[in-house]
């Protein structure tokens, strides 16, 4: 334990005794640690001393000082950072001068008086050995810390074992903020609420932009978060983020740049080594949508457990700026959903097949990493392809939208061959088409498109479009007409209703949700 004015006034040997009253002293300052303890009995010992220490004197330069001088002599004491001052008592004078001890309790000095029969130079022993053994438990607790990190590291998930380990030994929030920004590891998790998470990824992001090797540290709430990136300039692999960053000694910093190399280390070897093991998925995906499943299961039990059962999910998704986040990601969830989750990258595109119970995992891709995903029905392994290629379909659906999202091919599906118009050149035709009405409605803010929407929706039925859209049937009637004129067709017939539901779904304008129609009267479309 590092000394501080506490320990030293509990040990009995030393017989020290404290000068005034506890509470008048700054909060915590019989527990600031004592660096060191030196005799000086100048008139100001300051220029030769460090702060955090105990001075002591027996006081020869209070002899015939004139008035302000025990004042003057504190003030600069406490402004070099001194933490007490102990005073000889009987070696030139009984008891302690009154002008020292009111000078210390107005400057909120902790005062000691050292009697006659301690030596200084036990004191001076006491500190020296009590920080020598701090130091030595130190060195010692930062050697087992560094053998239990080698050992962490030497487990199959080496790196989440080593991050794990720094945490447990520091006692401290530990995190790895990936190459694209996000947080991919962290212990122990749910420490940080969003808006310190938030806050350390916005320091991490800013620290990958710069693209150079760097260390900051953020402010998170009430404590310092120190981030430091991985990997060499110019190709960052991640940042390594670590709590309390104020509170480490030499001690902790050292074990946490031991760490520091370690988890850059390991990025970069597994850089090499992903880019095998992608290759390897690649291959394996092919020969699943050639057909044969039961090599790819053999093998894929060797490197990463077994394939889903089957039938699965096909899913297709767009490949982000930072592909290699998302596939560090995944790599997670496969040892997460061992024998239920794998994906390959194929091209500018990664294709996930997964147990049809685990379908929630495509919208936490989406949501996480952003990206447009296509989902297949259910297909058994030896027609992969089939699966692949809705799959695929739906994804192209998907990348259409302003903001990415996942699209099932069920959904697409449900709404006929027609919606398949919405990816060909029919989608220009058809905005032409409803350019008359979907210009009246822009100019005049009717709403002629979605109520016509509404109306085939309802198979032609006037009341019951009006019922949802809120309206009189009249005013659904009214709008009808108004469109034809604004057409030049006859919507009574089924081949201009077709039509127009077919450019309604290649525009895209038959997703939207019904009732958006406006309340008016019947005379007003």
């Given at each position: 334990m590092h000394p501080t004015l506490r320990t030293l006034l509990d040990r009995r040997e030393l017989d020290l005794?404290?000068?005034?009253?506890?509470?008048?002293?700054?909060?915590?300052?019989?527990d600031a640690p004592?660096?060191?303890?030196?005799?000086?009995?100048?008139?100001?010992?300051?220029?030769?001393?460090?702060?955090?220490?105990?001075?002591?004197?027996?006081?020869?330069?209070?002899?015939?000082?004139?008035?302000?001088?025990?004042?003057?002599?504190?003030a600069r004491l406490v402004e070099r950072g001194v933490?007490?001052?102990?005073?000889?008592?009987?070696?030139?004078?009984?008891?302690?001068?009154?002008?020292?001890?009111?000078?210390?309790?107005?400057?909120?000095?902790?005062?000691?008086?050292?009697?006659?029969?301690?030596?200084?130079?036990?004191?001076?022993r006491a500190v020296a050995a009590d920080v020598a053994a701090e130091a030595y438990a130190r060195r010692t607790w930062a050697?087992?810390?560094?053998?239990?990190?080698?050992?962490?590291?030497?487990?199959?998930?080496?790196?989440?074992?080593?991050?794990?380990?720094?945490?447990?030994?520091?006692?401290?929030?530990?995190?790895?903020?990936?190459?694209?920004?996000?947080?991919?590891?962290?212990?122990?998790?749910?420490?940080?609420d969003a808006a310190g998470i938030e806050v350390v990824r916005d320091g991490a992001r800013e620290l990958l932009r710069r693209g150079q090797r760097a260390s900051v540290a953020v402010q998170v709430g009430p404590e310092r978060v120190s981030l430091h990136t991985l990997g060499i300039g110019g190709a960052l692999r991640g940042v390594l983020a670590v709590g309390g960053a104020d509170r480490l000694d030499q001690a902790g910093r050292g074990v946490m740049t031991a760490v520091i190399a370690m988890a850059g280390l390991a990025l970069e070897q597994h850089r090499h080594l992903d880019r095998a093991t992608g290759l390897l998925r690649t291959a394996l995906l092919h020969a699943l949508l050639g057909g044969d499943a039961d090599h790819p299961d053999a093998f894929a039990r060797q490197m990463w457990?077994?394939?889903?059962?089957?039938?699965?999910?096909?899913?297709?998704?767009?490949?982000?700026?930072?592909?290699d986040a998302l596939v560090e990601w995944l790599e997670l969830q496969v040892?997460?959903?061992?024998?239920?989750?794998?994906?390959?990258?194929?091209?500018?595109?990664?294709?996930?097949?997964?147990?049809?119970?685990?379908?929630?995992?495509?919208?936490?891709?989406?949501?996480?990493?952003?990206?447009?995903?296509?989902?297949?029905?259910?297909?058994?392994?030896?027609?992969?392809?089939?699966?692949?290629?809705?799959?695929?379909?739906?994804?192209?659906?998907?990348?259409?939208?302003?903001?990415?999202?996942?699209?099932?091919?069920?959904?697409?599906?449900?709404?006929?061959?027609?919606?398949?118009?919405?990816?060909?050149?029919?989608?220009?035709?058809?905005?032409?088409?409803?350019?008359p009405i979907a210009a009246h409605d822009d100019a005049e803010g009717t709403a002629l498109v979605a109520t016509l929407r509404t109306w085939l929706e309802r198979n032609g039925q006037f009341d019951a479009a009006a019922r949802d859209l809120g309206v009189h049937r009249h005013t659904v009637r009214a709008r009808v007409q108004h469109a034809e004129r604004l057409l030049g067709r006859d919507l009574s017939t089924f081949h201009a209703r077709a039509d127009l539901w077919a450019a309604l779904l290649a525009t895209g304008a038959a997703d939207a949700s019904p009732g958006s129609g406006r309340a008016e009267s019947p005379s007003v479309p």
């Open positions: 005794r404290l000068v005034g009253d506890q509470d008048a002293l700054r909060a915590g300052a019989l004592v660096d060191w303890a030196h005799a000086s009995d100048l008139a100001d010992p300051t220029p030769f001393l460090d702060g955090s220490g105990l001075l002591l004197t027996t006081g020869r330069q209070f002899e015939g000082a004139e008035p302000g001088f025990a004042d003057d002599y504190v933490v007490g001052l102990g005073f000889g008592t009987e070696v030139l004078r009984d008891g302690t001068p009154e002008s020292l001890v009111a000078a210390c309790r107005s400057r909120r000095l902790p005062l000691v008086e050292v009697p006659y029969p301690t030596p200084f130079i036990a004191i001076e050697l087992g810390a560094q053998r239990a990190l080698a050992l962490a590291a030497l487990r199959p998930d080496g790196l989440s074992a080593t991050l794990a380990e720094l945490s447990r030994q520091l006692g401290a929030w530990v995190a790895l903020v990936g190459a694209g920004g996000r947080i991919e590891r962290e212990y122990p998790a749910g420490e940080l457990g077994p394939l889903p059962a089957g039938p699965v999910h096909v899913a297709v998704a767009s490949a982000p700026e930072s592909v040892d997460a959903r061992e024998g239920a989750l794998f994906f390959a990258c194929d091209d500018d595109r990664v294709v996930l097949c997964l147990d049809p119970s685990d379908r929630s995992l495509v919208d936490e891709v989406s949501a996480t990493f952003r990206v447009a995903i296509g989902v297949a029905d259910p297909a058994p392994w030896h027609d992969l392809a089939r699966g692949h290629d809705e799959a695929r379909r739906a994804h192209a659906r998907a990348a259409e939208a302003r903001d990415p999202r996942v699209v099932r091919f069920d959904d697409i599906a449900r709404q006929g061959v027609l919606a398949s118009l919405a990816g060909t050149d029919a989608r220009e035709i058809a905005r032409a088409s409803l350019d």
